[in-house]
């Protein structure tokens, strides 16, 4: 297996240029997959995991996901880049404290958002303290691992370009290496966002058919995820195969 410095050195050198694809596996068997189809990187899900656990969205818990992280990075040479939502904690020294933790699992990456509940995001200045506290300890140990912030504005539908470039730019400002609105669809508003923050990298979610990664790649973008689309098209079919079976009980 790789070690961490190679990974996340692997990990950087891809977001320096072009685009690629980060798919999100949900456990080991799925990432080892993705590996042999020659991926060069791969995401969690923080709702990929959870459904793995019977769970929904933001009800797992840090260690939960730190034990997830163990499986994924145990699994793959390749690099994994950490969906860790808002850090697990409100304040900037929980996040720190949690962002640590979390490195110790042998990511390469991971994203920190500005969530602070159902439909609320953190005041701004309150999300860039929490960004600038996760570069401060990533930077502390030295591992050079990538940051990546997140505004959750489109995905509770405050969908204003403004909003979020606002946010994003901030964030950069505060040291994350790479910036990410999930839920940002339109491609005046993707060009707009990469411009923005250039140079560092845009990630960008795809969330329906019509979003194709030359296109983005075209825009600008450097990297494209799909969330928990991976994991949701497995349980589909699981729900399918088992339906079928559970017509023919007697």
């Known amino acids: 297996m790789s070690d961490q410095s190679t990974r996340i050195t692997a990990f950087r050198a891809l977001h320096e240029r072009g685009c690629f694809i980060l798919p999100n596996p949900w456990d080991a068997g799925s990432a080892k997959r993705l590996e042999k189809l020659g991926f060069k990187a791969l995401a969690s899900s923080s709702s990929a995991a959870a459904w ?6 933001h009800q797992i818990t840090i260690e939960q996901v730190l034990d997830h992280l163990d499986r994924l990075c145990a699994a ?29 699992t042998g990511i390469a990456g991971l994203s920190i958002e500005d969530q602070a509940g159902p439909g609320q995001l953190y005041p701004l200045d ?53 910036l990410f609105a999930p839920g940002m669809t339109e491609a005046a508003e993707i060009a707009e966002t990469v411009k923005a923050v250039a140079p560092k990298p845009v990630n960008v979610l795809i969330m329906n058919p019509d979003m194709r990664v030359a296109d983005l790649a075209a825009l600008g973008v450097r990297r494209v995820s799909v969330g928990g689309a991976l994991a949701a098209a497995a349980w589909r079919g699981f729900d399918a195969a088992a339906a079928s079976l559970a017509e023919q009980m007697v």
């Open 52 to 57: 793995t656990l019977g769970l929904n969205d």
């Open 76 to 104: 793959t040479d390749l690099p994994v880049n950490a969906d860790f939502e808002s850090g697990f904690a409100d304040s900037p020294e929980g996040v720190a404290a949690n962002v640590k933790r979390a490195l110790g």
């Open 126 to 178: 309150m999300a860039v303290a929490r960004i600038r506290a996760a570069r401060a300890v990533i930077d502390a140990g030295g591992t050079g691992a990538l940051l990546v912030a997140r505004t959750e504005a489109y995905l509770n539908d405050l969908k204003d370009v403004s909003l979020a470039v606002d946010r994003l730019t901030a964030f950069a400002e505060a040291g994350a290496d790479c």
